[in-house]
């Protein structure tokens, strides 16, 4: 599956963004759809993912309760709304799509076998 991820731009703290990640190819299926970003100077990181065919979602502490992910099975997309931004959430993110995999795996990057360009969000005070 080919994966194109969207949305990225500048945006002032507190602000929010939504960003799509569009599946071509095929559909997402059973399978798992993440979103991980890199900031500068950190290694990658999990931001959130879904379980497609039963939305069964897991959030990196860092984003609960700002961030939502959430899957729209007539686009074939799993978006990424994000509110509340800080500084700190300047970053590229990536979308990732994989076999399915129960929440205790869903945060690992291995887990992963898809991968989308990448999108850079940076938010400015």
């Known amino acids: 599956v080919q994966l194109q991820a969207s949305g990225g731009g500048l945006v002032q703290a507190g602000g929010s963004l939504r960003l799509p990640c569009a599946a071509s190819?095929?559909?997402?299926?059973?399978?798992?759809v993440a979103w991980f970003r890199r900031r500068p100077g950190v290694e990658r990181e999990f931001v959130a993912a879904?379980?497609?065919?039963?939305?069964?979602?897991k959030y990196a502490e860092s984003v609960k309760g700002r961030f939502t992910i959430s899957s729209d099975n007539a686009k074939n997309t799993v978006n990424l709304q994000m509110s509340s931004l800080n500084l700190e959430d300047t970053a590229v993110y990536y979308c990732?799509?994989?076999?399915?995999?129960?929440?205790?795996?869903?945060?690992?990057?291995?887990?992963?076998?898809?991968w989308g360009q990448g999108t850079q969000v940076t938010v400015s005070s």
């Open positions: 990732a799509s994989g076999p399915r995999a129960a929440p205790l795996r869903m945060g690992r990057a291995g887990v992963y076998d898809s």
């Open positions: 879904i379980g497609w065919d039963d939305n069964v979602t």
């Open positions: 190819g095929r559909t997402f299926g059973t399978s798992s």
